[in-house]
């Protein structure tokens, strides 16, 4: 059993009409259905609204797979929670950050860059294409699969290279991007999917779904074993 | 269930008294033995033996990861045997080379360099040391493990660049080498692992069998989708 | 000085008027103009018409960096010529592959793929993004550029995974591509670089231009020591 | 000219007389000499007795690679100097990390892991291997060469995957090490040099010269132009 914790800063599902309606019980919990479909998967759901963004030790230390939503409200997550979240992804724990969150506190630290990228708000379509057919994360998945209406993401993004690109985003209005980037960081899995604009209820698509319960079976820890990463560190200098 | 085909060229096991000794019933039947104890994995066994090698259309078809241990008669696998192999990986299928099949027509094919490396009969002792702590192929094992007597691979091994190097080996002579390698052709996973040399029963020690299941998990096709690679070819052009 | 060798099929521009209009005196004396414009660089040109294509051994041993590009005469390249290539490359010459180059044998052989895509005949426009903006093949190039009418080319381009990825390519039918890829092969580099089909004269554009002078630079041999591959392997072991 | 300033944290040569008789002036006065045989190279030194570390804006943005030795006083560096620097490497500038730099507040921040690794202080010998004969920091190298006494440092070397290793380190104690590798970072070229302990004067070492001088060239940055990272950013949006 894969243990998931969404985490949304379910905001502007809640200030703002359209994102209401794409969204009525924000975006997280649009995920947590999403994800229902598997039987390898439980989730829970955290929002800022609960004490320490819903992201305690013990939270996420029953986390094997912490998913990534938010947008406007990066700087409101404290830094030790951000800095909490980076120290068990390279423990181990698989990490999965959804559209803008390529801002968020975790994922910058994590990537040492800056993270930026172009955008314009469009609603361009947007052709996503598997780029590494063999890939776990592309399992189940045509070619290609379209999203109606899409912010638009543009290259250059500004992160280090990835292990993997598993898709290639092609926008109407003439922009590439790299919208499935795999990373490993100390013992943890990494995985940046592009799509999820506020607006449109993206994640309730039927490919993007997939991708979603794809990327949280890889981005799951292999080991049960006493390899993992913190112990590394303090095992006997020889 | 994965299905796995361990192929051997199965010659020195039966020529020379060393390599009885440590395979009586050759390798193929050794490392049959240690995936037995993984309820997921079924596997066969091929050799040269057989007509066509025991590789056939149907016995590729019917193979989910293909493991090869071969050494001084590469030459007397056929190159239509071969490029059978070569385009069943791309399609999918596993591929693991063991030890010398760094030199094997499908391993050399699928990389498209020289493979060559040096190496000496020295009865080393190696010690394998993990560089991916989360990686699959890494689960249950400790941080370093040892062979206690094993040919003398090393450095410059002209591979291309592998996508992930798991295992990073150590020789008492003063070699290192890059003994644990992952890469992707087409929709295929391709894992080389260095240790194993025939004179020695390297393959029933416990870590190494441990490293061959991972890999056969790690190795085995994820997709049960119309997105195999055969068929993106075939796709008719917009 | 860095010394090239410009090989061109040569064959539809002598056959077809729209590529004799492109090209008058072949692709190859387009690319020896680009190039001449460059104090470091000298160049050559090879072509079929030659006895061994023009790639004798000796012109391979004086040649630092070879541009290829063929189409649809790759079968006419014998495979001695093809092998020689690619003993030259993994001992350190820069192999730079042009456009439809992607099916040519050396390319072939180095990547040990398919080499397969997808393309249709369209004259989209097609745009193409840096995205590596440090790498020296990027120097002097803006974010972004365009090549008013191109032959489409998508993915999945069944290649293995590029050590760097340079260029993304946007078309205006709605695929993307690899556009610009770098690898290396032994101890040669290789660069894969897909504008420049014969009906327009693309090689003319500065910003092409640009990108094959960079790519000359990058590719060239960075060695005048004694550890050329070709000698590792006749090291005696130790 | 490529303009080098090599910063050193300049202290134990001045506390402790093992490395004040290996190094009288300083480590950083050493890799300036080393550097000096360079034509191309014009190297300013830098420590924390200037002002700001000798590390202002002004001296940054007339820096084209930035050498850094730090060890026990990694804490001294103001935040705001490391970040100046983070963000000078990700619009261009080189970063070559030396030895114990791993755990130096840029590099640290460039990499967003823990950059832990194994270490004792134990005058093992060394072995380093190229593994990449082809890469411009291997050129003038022999397969192999030697240091006599080094501190050990082992892997796990917590590191995201280096876009390339070029040299692994064999250790007389039973450790490997990837001791030469490459990252991009944005615009920005980084190279990590694992020998380097300050009680022996392994800088004044040929081998270990050429390849400084050989990084400062691969890590300067290639650009004259129009494309460099912060300007894009800034373009305005579609």
Chains 1, 2, 3, 4 share one sequence.
Request: with cysteine.
């Amino acid at each position: 059993m894969i243990r998931v914790t969404c985490w949304n800063e379910y905001y502007k599902e809640r200030m703002d009409e359209t994102c209401k309606k794409a969204y009525p019980n924000g975006i997280h919990e649009a995920i947590k259905e999403v994800l229902s479909t598997d039987e390898h998967i439980i989730c829970r759901t955290a929002t800022p609204d609960e004490p320490e963004c819903g992201l305690t030790q013990e939270a996420l230390d029953a986390t094997d797979v912490l998913i990534w939503w938010g947008h406007i409200n990066h700087h409101l997550v404290p830094d030790e929670v951000a800095a909490r979240v980076v120290h068990r992804v390279l423990n181990g724990m698989g990490f999965i950050a959804l559209h803008s969150g390529h801002m968020s506190k975790p994922f910058m630290k994590l990537m040492g860059t800056s993270c930026d990228l172009r955008w314009r708000e469009s609603e361009d379509h947007e052709r996503l294409w598997c780029v590494n057919p063999g890939h776990p994360i592309c399992a189940g998945l045509p070619p290609y699969f379209e999203i109606p209406k899409e912010e638009t993401y543009g290259e250059f993004f500004d992160i280090p290279k990835p292990d993997e690109v598993v898709f290639l985003g092609w926008f109407s209005g003439g922009e590439v991007f790299r919208s499935g980037c795999c990373f490993t960081r100390g013992a943890g899995r990494i995985f940046y999917f592009q799509p999820g604009h506020e607006s449109n209820p993206v994640y309730k698509q039927k490919e993007v779904g997939q991708v979603i319960r794809n990327a949280v079976h890889w981005a799951a820890p292999a080991f049960t074993h006493t390899a993992v990463f913190g112990e590394f560190a303090s095992l006997e200098k020889k």
